[in-house]
Structure formats: structure tokens, C-alpha cells
């Protein structure tokens, strides 16, 4: 994964094959030096 400062956009490249089911669960935490803490959780499908 990915972060660009400029954009505030997480990127995330599939082509490496560790997600190999159709149906997807994702989780990203994000703290910033303060310890301040969000969470952005999503169920995401894959045609394989």
C-alpha cells in the first residue's frame, strides 16, 4: 500500500495475487503523530 501526500489517496496494487477470493474484507487504520486514530472498514468483490 501506498500513500500519496500530495493527493491524500492510499493506492493498492493487485497484481500481486494475495487476494485471491472473490469476496474482500479491508481494514486500514490510520494514526497521525498526535495518536489520533480512524478506521474506514469495507467488504469489496474481485472478478477472477
Given at each position: 500500500m501506498e500513500y500519496d501526500y500530495k493527493t491524500g489517496i492510499i493506492k493498492h496494487d493487485f497484481s500481486d495475487n494475495v487476494v485471491t477470493d472473490s469476496?474482500?474484507?479491508?481494514?486500514?487504520?490510520?494514526?497521525?503523530?498526535?495518536?489520533?486514530?480512524?478506521?474506514?472498514?469495507?467488504?469489496?468483490?474481485r472478478k477472477i
Open positions: 469476496e474482500n474484507h479491508l481494514k486500514v487504520i490510520v494514526t497521525d503523530n498526535a495518536g489520533n486514530s480512524t478506521t474506514f472498514e469495507a467488504t469489496f468483490f
